[in-house]
């Protein structure tokens, strides 16, 4: 094999635009005419027709006071020519037809707290942008959304825990506050000075279940104590888990974005933590080295975008 067969075309062929101009050159009949129909200055024009000329090593254009002409090399280089810019045409009503379809889905995953609270005004704002695009959500916890944007059933994943799967690349898009609450017959809830991180982790709490991200964040705030204590009630769903503190089983602990309507209508109260920090970050994620792209970019963007 010869050191020219090893060189990439790139070094050997005319670019696309060139092809172009001497298809119109044929066309037309002039190097003006050609470099009009291109959008391009006349001198532009020839010197791309010479450097097309220098690359191949033959004459293709003759130039004359009348006109420009095809030489007989340049009338069967323009025949090669027309073929690779109709399958260079193909490529791109291909390329276009796959944007097409990934535009025209758009499938999302998140953790419970963000599909209730945070979503629903994204979408409602991402349907303004893209009325054409069919959107399908998968609510779960942080694993279950992690998975499933690993095993690519989702373009666009949103978790609340700690930390972020390897595989996945991230982005921070709201800081969020976990809060302790109590019905108001609680004994908790007449305390001025709240509870300590010890007496939290060592009292049965109504919990979300292993693997949401409100889990895992209370699990690592509370680490240093000994973990938690059994818990009174291990709930699989955010409203599940306050109906229960709401009847008096026992405290619980959700996001503040959860709790709004309980807090505001005293159904809860908040009870202070007085010496650990229960801030988190969420954050969306996806496929590492996949950069979100139509839908699931302008869904990421939207999250970004605040009051």
């Given at each position: ?54 690359r191949l090593g ?151 279940e292993w693997g ?39 405290p619980c602990v ?54």
């Amino acid at each position: 094999m010869g050191n020219e067969e090893r060189t990439p075309l790139v070094h050997r062929v005319p670019d696309l635009g060139a092809l172009e101009l001497l298809l119109a050159v044929a066309q037309v009949g002039s190097l003006s005419g050609a470099a009009k129909r291109m959008g391009i200055t006349q001198p532009a024009a020839s010197a791309r027709i010479r450097a097309m000329e220098a690359r191949l090593g033959v004459a293709l254009v003759d130039r004359s006071p009348r006109g420009s002409t095809l030489t007989a090399e340049g009338a069967l280089v323009t025949d090669w020519a027309r073929r690779v810019v109709e399958a260079a045409e193909a490529f791109d009503a291909g390329a276009q037809a796959l944007r097409g379809r990934r535009d025209s889905r758009l499938r999302v995953a998140a953790s419970m707290t963000i599909a209730e609270y945070l979503l629903p005004g994204w979408l409602i704002a991402l349907r303004g942008q893209r009325p054409g695009t069919a959107v399908s959500l998968h609510a779960g916890n942080s694993a279950v959304v992690a998975r499933r944007v690993l095993a690519h059933e989702a373009d666009l994943g949103f978790v609340e825990g700690l930390t972020v799967p390897d595989g996945l690349d991230s982005a921070v898009i709201a800081q969020d506050r976990l809060v302790v609450a109590v019905a108001p017959g609680h004994p908790w809830a007449r305390r001025t000075r709240g509870v300590g991180a010890d007496e939290l982790a060592s009292t049965p709490l109504i919990l979300r279940e292993w693997g949401s991200g409100t889990r895992q964040v209370l699990d690592g705030a509370l680490a240093g104590c000994g973990g938690l204590a059994e818990p009174l009630l291990e709930l699989a769903s955010t409203t599940a888990v306050k109906a229960a503190a709401v009847s008096g089983a026992g405290p619980c602990v959700l996001s503040e974005l959860a709790l709004g309507d309980e807090l505001a209508a005293r159904r809860l109260v908040e009870v202070p933590v007085s010496d650990t920090a229960l801030g988190r970050a969420l954050r969306a994620v996806w496929p590492a080295g996949a950069r979100p792209a139509g839908p699931a970019r302008d869904l990421l963007s939207l999250t970004r975008v605040r009051p």
